[in-house]
């Protein structure tokens, strides 16, 4: 038994040692037809092994052949090798499952029949049905290559690498890898089903260029039916967006992404629902549509697609560009779409394009791709501004650009809003602009470059014809216009070319060639007729063949020369003009300095009519400027001499204008004048050097209306801000009311001569004008301060003044007119002047003035000193505020404000004086005067009418008056006493005479008083007081009316001494304020002086009754007492008689007592004598000296209380004498 196990080991060792090393000593390549047939059966091809052949059987099956091809003819499977290493236990049940396969360069060819037949090296219908039990786990390709030959072309599919498997032969298949295609690399996966019965297998495809963002991705059924292979299904090729957290470059490609359901065979692909998408999802393009290839030996597409609506604004990013703008931003997005691949036709149809903020509309266009080129078989579109336009012709796209060539037309019946949005918004000023434009023409577009030959164009029905060319200025060089037009009417703002020829003229960087001949042209806004111009403007200078304008809105024109790029040369031109209206347009549009336009508008009139010779000569290196003619009404010569055109430039400056008409002078330098008023003519000169836009200096002087005005010193002009100077400058006037009258300021005669002479430091700026250090004399009276006058009258001027001497008339004259302060009609001296209100010197000024005046006239003689306020101006009012002064002793506050309403004025006062001297504001000497005191008033009234007069009769207000620590002289009121006695020695009780008796006396002295004060208002003109108080030696009151229109006084007071009866009187003041008339009124005093004759007469009846009273109440007090005295002297005795008799029964009791004691005691015993004892005291109880309870003495009671039975205190007691117990007393 052993042996046998020990043989059947060996045996099984022998058999493990022939498996292992047996392989090595058999020549497998005897066998490679025998693998040839094997193979050749399993793949359905003819399988031939030209190389080696290695085997072995274990660990595990393998199998590697050399040089191995499938396949005859055009299609053949080649392999440099092929490894397989099978699976013993799939082996053992018959099933050939590789567990690993690797195949080297193996190279697969295919060929396509004009039929559209596919010949390949194998086919599964042809195969062995041993195929469906062949699978490889993992077959492993190197370098693999798949081509594919036909009539349209050959494809090549090479550096293949990657990994593959198989569930059978049949399928289903995997593989993912890379492949090389058109000389790119791209990353691939298949899947793939099992094939059916019918041929049919189901794939899904994707491929992913290296280095790319796109993929393609295809799921579909691919049937072999026929060696016809068609496949169907869903087809996409996607450019994925980056992702959002990684930052991306300014010009990172867009996302897009085309899908569509796809129909193919060898010789047509079919596309369906075509879904195309540019950009982001927030702001794609989206088309829809569809299409078919012919593939051949000529392939052609022909593809048409759709859109509701595409964003082109939003796609460039937005930000409010223009058309063109957004489109040069959005092409170079499609560049990739410039050289179509083959032949065919693209058809496109867009609903809505928004472009440059606006909607173009229905565009259709026909593209033919002919031999890697674009051309526009047809295209239309509808544009904003209610135009269309029509295009074909050929696209090409080179290294400069996409370019056009074709004949277009394009018609707008709306050209303005067309032109708006094609220059976003940026509109030229014109006259009358153009509506309905038509314009065709032969086209040559490229990018930087437009071309338009046999141009017609049609302005609102004018016609024109010409070229039109223009270049952008590639490569560095300058824009260029060229133009030559024949034309009835061309309005060149209407067509936007103005613009452009503004800015050649302006200097700008554009080269401008033109021959013009027009009856009419709009250009600037300014329409001209007959209009030739012939000539060059640009980098090489000006070349003016010709100029010609015979009418300009009034103005004519003609010129010609020539200025080189370096400035030699000479251009010579005749002006002349009604107006400088259509001169001052065209400058504006030539690109002028706004600020010498502004300059020259406001004294447009003043200048016009022009008649002018105008020259620039340019030779060597000086250039010279020279204007001669009329202007202004007179003469003028203007010379500039510089070494550039340019006010940037060194310059010489010397201009004089003269003429007799002041007015048109005073003009020029920005004054306004009187046609009412002479003004005399003069001249303006002015002579200056250096760089006009930063400092010339020189001498400027002005002459007329009155005045000689000259200056000394530094001066600018910047294009857009203006005039700049600084210097001395000087006034002289030998009356500057007469200037005031030139000026519109006073009426003729409306002042008296006002002498001036006048000097400061001056500073012109961009916004104002300033006078420092101004010194001088206006009608011999000094002044000096500082002055600031801004451009901006809104702004209003400000600064300060001192001057000697100011009126308040002369005030209140520059607000009421210095003629309505004067006398009253016919020469008559008048309180108030009645002479209507002119107009106000200041009328229309703003400003605001910090005056300082040694004396201020006021009213009546009265002059305020050190006064100081503000006098503010607006254009219809004036105001003097925060006033403060020295006046009478006092000091005076308040505000004046006077506002205009045409011919009305109202009159606003505040005012307040303080602690004034009563006699210096009566305007009399301390003894004359007949107040004496400090006078405090305040004051607040308004007044509205159309003359002084008439304002002081409507004033209304309120204020008070009082005064302190005064005398009222020759107002005695110790008087009042002095009557009485007169009256009671017999002077009559009759009130004239009594009011008589007063007049001497009541002026023999004066009446002190420590205050006196009443409140007062102001109604139509008149003050009416309230109650008069007062305090001191004596009583003042009553009310007082004061008629400030006639200024009299009417005054009832009442004068009382300071006592409760005293009487009073009445005195009355009536008449002019300065010398009323007293009168004195003694009614009362009389009436009060009857009642004291009653009440004395009643005094004295009263006290002789009195006395008759008194008596005999003496008698009856006298006649009472007497009674009363003997009522009491009876009275006693009765009481003296009835305590005597109960004295004596007191002594009886005691006695009685007494004796009953000594009876009751036995005889005494013999005894020997005694000595005589001390008597025993039996003085009764009543006697004793002890207190009471009561407080009383012994207990008695309280005082005035007394106990029945005992006598009072107050009573005399009558006691019985001593008894005296002694046995000596028997």
Do not use: C
């Amino acid at each position: 038994m052993n042996n046998t196990l020990t043989g059947l080991g060996l045996a099984l060792v022998l058999a493990l040692l022939v498996a292992l090393i047996g392989p090595w000593f058999i020549n497998w390549s005897v066998y490679r037809d025998e693998f040839a047939a094997q193979a050749s059966a399993l793949v359905g091809a003819p399988v031939t092994v030209s190389g080696a052949v290695d085997a072995r059987l274990l660990p595990s099956p393998y199998v590697r052949f050399r040089d191995l091809t499938a396949g005859r003819g055009p299609g053949r499977l080649a392999a440099a090798e092929v490894e397989i290493e099978f699976a013993i236990a799939p082996l053992l049940r018959g099933e050939f499952r590789a567990e690993r396969v690797k195949i080297v360069r193996p190279r697969l060819e295919m060929a396509v029949r004009p039929d559209g037949a596919v010949e390949a090296p194998f086919s599964a219908a042809h195969g062995s049905a041993r195929a469906e039990r062949i699978s490889f786990d993992r077959a492993e390709i190197i370098d693999g290559a798949v081509s594919v030959k036909g009539a349209s072309g050959d494809f090549l599919l090479d550096r293949l690498n990657g990994v593959a498997e198989a569930g059978s032969l049949k399928g289903p298949y995997r593989f993912e890898g890379e492949g090389s295609a058109f000389g790119r690399t791209a990353g691939l996966r298949l899947s793939t089903g099992r094939a059916d019965a019918a041929d049919q297998l189901r794939l899904k495809l994707n491929v992913a260029p290296r280095g790319r963002p796109e993929t393609f991705d295809l799921d579909g059924t691919l049937s072999f039916a026929a060696a016809k292979p068609t496949l169907e299904g869903q087809a996409s090729l996607v450019r994925a967006a980056p992702p959002r957290k990684e930052p991306q470059p300014a010009d990172a490609a867009e996302p897009w992404r085309v899908s569509a359901r796809l129909s193919a065979r060898p010789d047509l692909v079919e596309f369906q629902d075509i879904d195309a998408s540019y950009g982001p999802d927030e702001r794609a393009l989206r088309f829809g549509g569809r299409g078919s290839a012919t593939l051949g030996p000529a392939p052609r597409f022909d593809v048409t697609l759709d859109s509701r609506q595409i964003d082109f604004d939003r796609m460039a990013g937005g930000g409010g560009r223009g058309p063109g703008d957004v489109l040069a931003a959005v092409a170079p997005r499609f560049a990739a779409a410039a050289r179509p691949p083959i032949d065919g036709q693209l058809t496109i149809g867009v609903r809505g394009i928004v472009l440059g903020g606006d909607v173009v509309r229905d565009l259709r266009a026909v593209l033919r791709a002919e031999q890697g080129a674009w051309r526009i078989q047809s295209g239309s579109a509808e544009l904003p501004g209610a135009s269309t336009m029509t295009a074909s012709g050929a696209v090409a796209f080179g290294e400069a650009g996409p370019g056009f060539a074709g004949p277009v037309t394009f018609a707008s019946e709306d050209f303005q809003s067309f032109r708006r949005w094609l220059s976003r918004g940026d509109d030229v000023v014109g006259s009358q602009l153009g509506e309905k434009i038509t314009l065709k023409g032969d086209v040559s577009a490229r990018l930087g470059a437009v071309q338009i030959q046999n141009a017609d164009l049609s302005v609102d029905g004018a016609l024109s014809s010409g070229r039109l060319a223009w270049t952008s200025g590639e490569d560095g060089g300058r824009p260029r216009l060229d133009a030559q037009l024949v034309s009835d009417r061309l309005d060149l703002d209407a067509l936007g070319i103005g613009r452009i020829a503004s800015g050649a003229l302006a200097g700008g960087p554009l080269d401008l060639s033109l021959s013009l001949n027009a009856k009419t042209l709009v250009f600037g806004g300014v329409t001209m007729a007959g209009v030739a111009v012939e000539g060059f403007v640009g980098a090489d200078g000006i070349e003016l063949t010709r100029l010609a304008v015979a009418d300009a809105d009034g103005a004519a024109l003609s010129g010609a020369g020539r200025l080189a790029a370096d400035g030699a040369g000479r251009l010579d031109f005749k002006l002349s003009a009604r107006d400088l209206a259509p001169l001052l347009t065209l400058g504006r549009r030539a690109g002028a300095p706004p600020a010498a336009l502004a300059l020259l508008d406001a004294r447009a009139d003043a200048l016009a009519p022009l008649k002018l010779d105008i020259g620039v000569d340019s030779a060597g290196e000086a250039r010279r400027i020279s204007v001669t003619g009329q202007a202004a009404g007179g003469a003028v010569d203007l010379t500039a001499t510089s070494s550039e055109l340019s006010l940037d430039s060194d310059m010489d400056l010397d201009l004089r204008i003269a003429s007799g008409d002041g007015r048109r002078l005073a003009a020029l330098v920005g004054v306004w004048t009187s046609p009412l008023a002479a003004a005399r003519g003069g001249e303006i000169a002015l002579r200056l050097h250096g760089v006009p836009t930063r400092s010339m200096s020189g001498d400027a002087r002005f002459s007329g209306v009155g005045l000689e005005i000259t200056g000394r010193g530094a001066v600018g002009f910047a294009p857009e801000t203006g005039v700049s100077a600084s210097g001395d400058v000087s006034l002289a006037s030998t009356d500057l009311a007469t200037a005031g009258e030139a000026l519109a300021r006073l009426p003729p005669g409306g002042a008296p001569p006002l002498p001036a002479r006048l000097s400061a430091k001056i500073v012109i700026g961009d916004e104002q004008a300033r006078f420092d250090d101004l010194r001088g004399e206006v009608a011999g009276r000094a002044l000096s301060g500082r002055l600031r006058i801004p451009f901006t009258a809104a702004r209003g001027f400000e600064g300060d003044l001192k001057i000697d001497r100011i009126s308040l008339a002369e005030l209140a004259g520059l607000a009421l007119s210095p003629e309505a302060l004067g006398r009253a009609p016919g020469g008559r001296p008048s309180l108030w002047p009645t002479a209507p209100f002119g107009g106000s010197p200041l009328q229309g000024l703003s400003g605001r003035l910090t005056v300082t005046a040694a004396e201020t006239p006021l009213a009546a003689g009265h002059v305020a000193t050190g006064a100081r306020f503000a006098l503010a101006l607006r254009p219809n009012a004036m105001t003097i505020a925060d006033y403060a002064a020295d006046l009478d002793g006092g000091r005076l506050t308040g505000s004046l404000r006077i506002s205009r309403a045409g011919s009305d004025a109202t009159a606003t006062l505040a005012a307040a004086l303080s602690g004034a001297s009563a006699e210096k504001a009566l305007g009399m000497s301390g003894g004359a005067s007949p107040l004496a005191g400090t006078v405090d008033v305040k004051l607040d009234a308004q007044g509205t009418g159309r003359s002084l007069a008439a304002v002081v009769g409507s004033l209304a207000g309120a204020g008070s008056i009082s005064l302190r620590d005064g005398t009222i002289r020759r107002l005695d009121p110790a008087a009042i006493d002095r009557i009485e006695p007169q009256v009671e020695a017999g002077l009559a009780l009759d009130g004239p005479k009594i009011a008589a008796a007063l007049e001497v006396p009541l002026g023999r002295g004066d009446l002190t008083l420590r205050r006196l004060s009443a409140p007062f208002t102001i109604s139509g003109g008149v003050a009416r007081s309230g109650a008069v108080s007062s305090s001191g030696a004596a009583r003042l009151g009553g009310s007082a009316t004061l008629d400030l229109a006639r200024l009299t006084l009417d005054a009832d007071l009442t004068l009382a001494p300071d006592r409760p009866d005293g009487p009073q009187i009445g005195v009355s003041f009536e008449g002019p304020l300065a010398s009323p008339k007293r009168r004195i009124d003694a009614t009362s005093f009389t009436s009060w002086l009857s009642v004291r004759a009653v009440e004395r007469e009643t005094r004295r009846i009263e006290a002789m009754e009195a006395d008759m009273r008194e008596r005999a109440r003496i008698a009856r007090e006298r006649a009472e007492q007497e009674r009363k005295a003997e009522e009491a002297r009876k009275a006693e005795e009765a009481r003296k008689a009835e305590e005597a008799a109960r004295a004596e029964a007191e002594r009886k009791r005691q006695e009685e007592q007494a004796r009953s004691l000594i009876e009751a005691v036995p005889p005494p015993a013999a005894v020997a004598p005694m000595r005589p004892s001390s008597p025993l005291d039996l003085t009764p109880p009543a006697v004793r000296t002890e207190r009471g309870a009561h407080g009383g003495v012994g207990g008695a009671a309280a005082p005035g209380t007394r106990r029945p039975g005992r006598p009072s205190q107050d009573e005399p007691q009558i006691l019985p004498p001593p008894m005296i117990i002694s046995p000596l007393a028997q």
